[in-house]
T-cell receptor, first 115, second 105 residues
Framework: KAGVTQTPRYLIKTRGQQVTLSCSPI?????VSWYQQTPGQGLQFLFE???????NKGNFPGRFSGRQFSNSRSEMNVSTLELGDSALYLC??????????????FGAGSRLTVL | SQQGEEDPQALSIQEGENATMNCSYK?????LQWYRQNSGRGLVHLIL?????REKHSGRLRVTLDTSKKSSSLLITASRAADTASYFC?????FGPGTRLSVLP
């Protein structure tokens, strides 16, 4: 059974550019969550999608956006990149969405460096 | 704001010793989970404890939950070098800052 696949694994961008990250969840998982991980702030929740709808959102500016497709694959986009956006972006999928027992299976992450 | 907060921030022990990490949270929960992150296997789910449970075991892991104190603890018994990792508690969808555990051979 394939795990959560994130692409690209590494990327370097410059300030002001935008970036799109992709996440393919485990087959049968309909919920996809995104997290930003930095040494200073730890794991910060970005958003969660279920059945193509954003069901929960963290405290990030509007430059961070996402979407989910009908096959449950998800993308997140960061526009007008800032140096502080350098981080490991983790995607996680789960079977059960919302207030139930939402056990997350994480991908390996996409490491973004903004110069 | 962080829902869960772990302490200690870092812990260093010898192989064979037990390691205890604590987590506090702020609001009511349905369940609390613990995850482990190391360079080799990424971020992996360890154990889930529901709000109506007080203790749960999984192999060398023991988790307790005290909803009156809004706290949980993770005990790893007979630690191994392979247990070296960061451990996070999570109350969906928020993760705590984690405890860095180093197990020395």
């Amino acid at each position: 059974k394939a795990g959560v696949t994130q692409t690209p694994r590494y990327l370097i961008k410059t300030r002001g550019q935008q970036v799109t990250l992709s996440c393919s969840p485990i087959s049968g998982h309909r919920s996809v969550s995104w997290y930003q991980q930095t040494p200073g702030q730890g794991l910060q929740f970005l958003f969660e999608y279920f059945s193509e709808t954003q069901r929960n959102k963290g405290n990030f500016p509007g430059r961070f956006s996402g979407r989910q497709f009908s096959n449950s694959r998800s993308e997140m986009n960061v526009s007008t990149l800032e140096l502080g956006d350098s981080a490991l972006y983790l995607c996680a999928s789960s079977k059960i969405q919302g207030s139930g027992a939402n056990v997350l299976t994480f991908g390996a992450g996409s490491r973004l460096t903004v110069l | 704001s962080q829902q869960g907060e772990e302490d200690p921030q870092a812990l260093s022990i010898q192989e064979g010793e037990n390691a205890t990490m604590n987590c506090s949270y702020k609001t009511s929960i349905n369940n609390l989970q613990w995850y482990r992150q190391n360079s080799g296997r990424g971020l992996v789910h360890l154990i889930l404890i529901r709000s109506n449970e007080r203790e749960k075991h999984s192999g060398r892991l023991r988790v307790t939950l005290d909803t009156s104190k809004k706290s949980s603890s993770l005990l790893i018994t007979a630690s191994r070098a392979a247990d070296t990792a960061s451990y996070f508690c999570a109350t969906d969808p928020v993760f705590g800052p984690g405890t860095r555990l180093s197990v020395l051979p």
